[in-house]
Each structure stands twice: as structure tokens, then as C-alpha cells.
């Protein structure tokens, strides 16, 4: 039993190691953005599911709704802040429409989780009821996040070139995934193993997709006015 606790806690450390990473991993992403000035053609939804996601896990790791997951509502916590600055620099240089379009999401989002909250705690007295509403919840959401990426891979299968998937963000999905997958067995936690087998999954996908695709990283398909497709080089200014 102490090897496997130590166990638990090391790959709880070693997961929030990992998340750490794939939290800070947007960065390149980010610092291109204020570079140009614009959001070109990424996503902002992912950045939303995953601040969604940070703030349910925190919640979840808390002791009145689980035990023993305190590493979990750490590196979330942490993750919720990253994720709520990247958020911030992505309204600043999107389009008019999609900023709108964000700021609905994130608004959503808020409302959602304090509605979570505040059932978890007043409409529910028995630990048992709490962990499962809540892992519930989170889990459901984390698969969300981890799939959020599917429309930028569908744009790397169309144009056949991985300019606008961050590889960083690919590989730490993965890693960060598989060691929290390996984290909720050691611990038996359903909720944190389904999650993390769709995100590995996920992960895995995308990092195959760069095998394939990776060396036409510096060329983009652009659409023409009819609704074709053409490849031109990328800017590089």
C-alpha cells in the first residue's frame, strides 16, 4: 500500500510537471499573435474548453469533493490562471465576431461551473453524491477539451500542412495526459481515467498527423474566392 502511494504521488507530481508544460505550451502560439497582430486562422475555443476544464478539475481535486487529489486542484489552479491570460491577449487581436464570439463562450463557461459549484455544495450532503456530480461533470468536459482541437486537425488533413496545430501543444496533450491516465488507475478514480484515455487518444492522433504532414509545416493552403483551394508560401514577415 506505501508503494503504491508513493507511486500515486509521484506520478501526480510528474503529471503536474507535464501540465505545467502543456499550460505553457501555447506561449509560441501566443507571442506569434502579438507579433502579427492578429489571430490569423487559430482557434480560440480550445484556450475556452481548457480554462472550463482547469476550473472543474480545481474543483474537484478539493478535499470536501474528493480526497487525496489535492495535486490536481494545484496544477489546475495554476493552469485556470494561464489559460484566463491567454484568453485575455486572444480578445485583443481577433476579429470583431469572433472576440464576440469568445467572450459568449467564456461568459457561458463562468455561469456553468458557478451553477456546478454551487448544486455541488448546497444540493448535495453525502461525499459519495459530490465526487460523482462533479467528477461527472469534469470528465465529460475533459473530453470536450481534449476533442476542441478535432477542427484544426480536420484543417491539417484539408490543406495537408500543420501550420496553425503548435506541435508543443500536441506533444504535451499527450504526455500530460498519459501520466494522469496512469495517476486515476493507480488511485482508481474513473472519473480521471476516462478523461485521460480519450486525451492520449486524442494526443496520439495529432502527433501522428505531424508524422505525416510535418514537412509541409511551412507552406498554407489558402482558400480562393470560389471556394478552391491553393497553396502559397507562408508569410514570414
Not at 500515486?8 to 506561449?27: R, V, Y
Amino acid at each position: 500500500m506505501i508503494k503504491g502511494g508513493a507511486l500515486h504521488l509521484a506520478f501526480g507530481i510528474l503529471g503536474n510537471a507535464t501540465g505545467l508544460f502543456l499550460f505553457l505550451s501555447p506561449t509560441v502560439t501566443f507571442k506569434r499573435i502579438v507579433t502579427r497582430k492578429s489571430t490569423e486562422e487559430f482557434s480560440g475555443l480550445p484556450y475556452v474548453m481548457t480554462l472550463f476544464n482547469c476550473l472543474l478539475a480545481t474543483w474537484y481535486g478539493l478535499p470536501f469533493i474528493t480526497r487525496n487529489n489535492y495535486l490536481v486542484s494545484i496544477v489546475y489552479a495554476i493552469g485556470a490562471i494561464i489559460e484566463s491570460i491567454y484568453i485575455l491577449i486572444f480578445l485583443i487581436y481577433s476579429p470583431k465576431k469572433e472576440r464576440a464570439r469568445i467572450i459568449g463562450l467564456v461568459a457561458f463557461i463562468l455561469v456553468l461551473f458557478a451553477s456546478v459549484a454551487l448544486v455541488s455544495i448546497f444540493g448535495f450532503h453525502k461525499e459519495e453524491q459530490r465526487k460523482f456530480l462533479c467528477g461527472f461533470i469534469s470528465t465529460i468536459f475533459s473530453i470536450l477539451m481534449y476533442a476542441s482541437p478535432l477542427s484544426i486537425m480536420m484543417v491539417v488533413i484539408r490543406t495537408k500542412s500543420v501550420e496553425y496545430m503548435p506541435f508543443l501543444l500536441s506533444l504535451f496533450v499527450f504526455i500530460s495526459a498519459a501520466c494522469w491516465l496512469i495517476y486515476g488507475i493507480i488511485g482508481k478514480d474513473i472519473f480521471i481515467i476516462v478523461s485521460n484515455v480519450c486525451g492520449s487518444s486524442l494526443g496520439a492522433m495529432q502527433l501522428s498527423l505531424y508524422a505525416i504532414y510535418s514537412k509541409n509545416k511551412g507552406d498554407v493552403w489558402r482558400p480562393n474566392m470560389d471556394g478552391s483551394v491553393e497553396m502559397g508560401l507562408r508569410n514570414t514577415c
